[in-house]
Nanobody, 125 residues
Framework: QVQLVESGGGLVQAGGSLRLSCAAS????????MGWFRQAPGKEREFVAA???????DYADSVKDRFTISRDNAKNSVYLQMNSLKLADTAVYYC???????????????????WGQGTQVTVSS
């Protein structure tokens, strides 16, 4: 089993930056792809970014060139650096992990086995 704990959310003004962290514990996750998803009030959970075990990345068009996903396998952690934040980025952000052996990138919720509890990001004008 893998436990994921997100941190780093908060309130920030539009145009500002935040860095989210996700710490994994339990079974080694280094061979599984990791991802960030978000869910705004009244909307479905959506893909934000993903990173494979060998550091390939994928981003939703809405965050490309503003967000950067990274991982540190030695620390069992994945990060999401968010710059130039917009009001539309307000959401609960979730960290997710695919099962070991599934190293490929995915934009689909149901291909991730483990989920964190989420961290709130609020962007104000």
């Amino acid at each position: 089993q893998v436990q994921l704990v997100e941190s780093g959310g908060g309130l920030v003004q539009a145009g500002g930056s935040l860095r989210l962290s996700c710490a994994a514990s339990g079974r080694t996750f280094s061979t599984g792809a990791m991802g960030w998803f978000r869910q705004a009030p009244g909307k479905e959970r959506e893909f934000v970014a993903a990173i494979s075990w060998n550091y390939y990345t994928d981003y939703a068009d809405s965050v490309k060139d503003r967000f950067t996903i990274s991982r540190d396998n030695a620390k069992n952690s994945v990060y999401l650096q968010m710059n130039s934040l917009k009001l539309a980025d307000t959401a609960v952000y979730y960290c997710a992990a695919r099962s070991a052996g599934y190293s490929g990138l995915s934009r689909y919720n149901d291909q991730y086995t483990y989920w964190g509890q989420g961290t709130q990001v609020t962007v104000s004008s």
